[in-house]
């Protein structure tokens, strides 16, 4: 129903900065939000900021906050992540996906999302 890919993942130095975009495809009048996710290799997956598709409204995660910065062009059917200051323990595999509603939850994990995307890679040297 709705497609996702993700792109802008690269090779970065400690204090650099890149920017995600997560485009969509297919039905995306049923989404409610869009998420960002990573994965690093044994660690389960964490959130790291979501925004609502009609009003903007943002959430990101302590660790993150301050550092990115979610934001969408609904026009364009797009969602980004501005990632600026970047550590190396935010090196992992970032995932954007779609849910088409929360249920009362704040959209913080993963099970409250339908679609993924295939993921971008992010590594930070140190």
């Known amino acids: 129903q709705v497609q996702l890919v993700e792109s802008g993942g690269g090779l970065v130095q400690a204090g650099g900065s890149l920017r995600l975009s997560c485009a969509a495809s297919?039905?995306?009048?049923?989404?409610?939000?869009v998420g960002w996710f990573r994965q690093a290799p044994g660690k389960e997956r964490e959130f790291v900021a979501r925004?609502?598709?009609?009003?903007?409204?943002?959430f990101h995660a302590d660790s993150v906050k301050g550092r990115f910065t979610i934001s969408r062009d609904n026009a364009k059917n797009t969602v980004y992540l501005q990632m600026n200051s970047l550590k190396p323990d935010d090196t992992a595999r970032y995932y954007c996906?779609?849910?088409?509603?929360?249920?009362?939850?704040?959209?913080?994990?993963?099970?409250?999302?339908?679609?993924w995307g295939q993921g971008t890679q992010v590594t930070v040297s140190s």
């Open positions: 996906a779609a849910a088409t509603y929360f249920g009362g939850r704040y959209g913080t994990e993963p099970n409250e999302y339908e679609h």
């Open positions: 925004i609502t598709w009609r009003s903007g409204n943002t």
């Open positions: 297919g039905h995306t009048f049923t989404t409610y939000a």
